[in-house]
């Protein structure tokens, strides 16, 4: 009785190792499988972050290129933004001058989406530098064109002005009896 007492002591004591064994293989493959799930979940959110960005450059793309396919389905418009980008103040007529100012005001627009777009981190830096460069020869410049640009600039919410230092409208003005015929 005392040995069939101590044999089934030591099968339980074997069968209770046996189960802790099992649940400590059970929880390795456990961790093993969370790390592969983080691993893939962490690939699907880059993923999906480069989808975002590339996405969000293909629009402001987009946008762009449609600005010049209207620009270059009207010649008469190309025409006075090409007289309006001279250093020599071309003249223009009311017309002329309103048709301008619409037609120059859409890149900005362009802008404020790439700056948020850029804010979100949906565009790469690399890109948003050249647009900075741009700005900032625009910015030098004095024609009739650089003007409309940074008046139209100037209406932007607060946070875009003061990244270009660009001052409020409030402060901005085209001589229009300079341009006027």
Request: charge should be negative; hydrophobic fraction near 40%; glycine fraction near 2%.
């Amino acid at each position: 009785m005392e040995i069939e007492r101590t044999e089934k002591m030591k099968n339980i004591s074997e069968l209770s190792q046996a189960a802790s064994l099992l649940a400590n293989l059970g929880v390795v493959i456990g961790i093993v499988f969370l790390i592969i799930e983080i691993r893939q979940n962490d690939e699907m959110l880059l993923e999906e972050a480069r989808l975002r960005q590339a996405s969000a450059y293909m629009e402001i793309i987009e946008m762009y290129n449609e600005h010049r396919k209207f620009m270059a389905s009207n010649p008469a418009l190309t025409e006075l933004r090409n007289r309006a980008s001279r250093e020599e103040s071309p003249l223009f007529t009311e017309t002329e001058l309103s048709q301008l100012f619409d037609a120059i005001g859409v890149q900005p627009n362009i802008l404020h989406s790439a700056y948020r777009y850029w804010q979100a981190g949906h565009i790469p830096d690399q890109a948003w530098s050249e647009l900075e460069r741009a700005i900032e020869e625009m910015k030098g410049r004095d024609d009739l064109e650089a003007q409309i640009y940074m008046v139209h600039l100037s209406t932007m919410p607060d946070d875009m002005r003061e990244y270009f230092d660009v001052p409020p409208i409030s402060e901005l003005r085209i001589d229009r009896s300079k341009y006027i015929r």
